[in-house]
Structures are given as C-alpha cells and as structure tokens.
C-alpha cells in the first residue's frame, strides 16, 4: 500500500533561521498558536517537529498570556485598581 503523501512542510535544516522570534502582535501569536495545536492534534507531525512544534506553543502561549496580563494591568491602573463588573447598558 503506498504511503499517503505529507501535508506538512519538510523539517528546517540545522542552518536555517531562528523560528523562536516572538510574534508581532498578541492576535498573531494566537493565530499561530491555533494552528500549532491544530497541527498537533492532526496525529501527522514527525516526533521531532513535534516536539519542536510543542516547544513553540509552549512560548506561544508564555507570549499571549503576557500580553493579557498587561492589558488587564492597564485597566487596573485606568479603574483606580479595581475593576468593575461589566453591565451592558
């Protein structure tokens, strides 16, 4: 039975760029960050591009949570520190 021919993109070679550069937005890392879990979900990564791949969303999600906190702390400091439940008035 041949074997079903890879969707996924052949692994960098040793002397390629780094890929670790952080996004440039927090919509961006998170627009990677679905598509790495989507990929890894897939069951067709290599072992080792997973592993890559999980090392990345690991980073990923330090980066998104980050850029969260920070907004969140910005509201704190705009609400005198505390916020206010949301009604939609």
Do not use: H
């Not at 998170?30 to 072992?47: A, I, K, T």
């Not at 999980?54 to 509201?75: H, P, T």
């Amino acid at each position: 039975m041949p074997k079903a021919p890879s969707t996924l993109p052949p692994p960098l070679p040793a002397d390629a760029p780094d890929t670790g550069a952080l996004p440039a937005s927090y919509e961006a890392g998170l627009q990677e960050l679905e598509r790495l879990v989507n990929d890894l979900e897939s069951g067709q990564m290599p072992l080792d591009q997973l592993l890559v791949s999980y090392q990345r969303g690991a980073a990923l999600l330090n980066f998104c949570r980050d850029k969260l906190q920070a907004v969140e702390d910005q509201i704190k400091v705009l609400d005198a520190g505390s916020l206010k439940a949301w009604s939609a008035e």
